[in-house]
Nanobody, 124 residues
Framework: QVQLVESGGGLVQAGDSLRLSCAAS?????????LGWFRQAPGKGREFVAA????????LYGNSVKGRFTVSRDNAKNTVYLQMNNLKPEDTAIYYC????????????????WGQGTRVTVSS
């Protein structure tokens, strides 16, 4: 199991940028893993945001964030980032970091390990 700890959430205005971080278990070799982000807005189900395959940087994005969000990783820090630009009020949600063995996917049930989440609020 991979332990995941998110950080970087907060309250911002529409049009602002924010970067979320997700630190994975120290000394865990993530070479066979993908790490990703989902979000859950109030009263809604969990939505896929983005994911990255650790070994080759293959990425996948949800349609609602394409062109605005960028997922990246830092191998030395065992950390995945979500750079969020041009934020909109509809991006307001709790953002969860997740990990799975294998390739990236937008199917929630295929992700096995989850962080506790970090809240992002975008005011209009």
């Amino acid at each position: 199991q991979v332990q995941l700890v998110e950080s970087g959430g907060g309250l911002v205005q529409a049009g602002d940028s924010l970067r979320l971080s997700c630190a994975a278990s120290p000394r865990r070799n993530l070479g066979t893993y993908s790490l990703g982000w989902f979000r859950q807005a109030p009263g809604k189900g969990r939505e896929f945001v983005a994911a990255i395959k650790w070994s080759d940087d293959t990425t996948l994005y949800g349609n609602s964030v394409k062109g605005r969000f960028t997922v990246s990783r830092d191998n030395a820090k065992n950390t995945v980032y979500l750079q969020m630009n041009n934020l909109k009020p509809e991006d307001t949600a709790i953002y969860y970091c997740t990990a799975r063995l294998g390739v990236v996917t937008d199917y929630e049930t295929m992700w096995s390990d989850w962080g506790q989440g970090t809240r992002v609020t975008v005011s209009s």
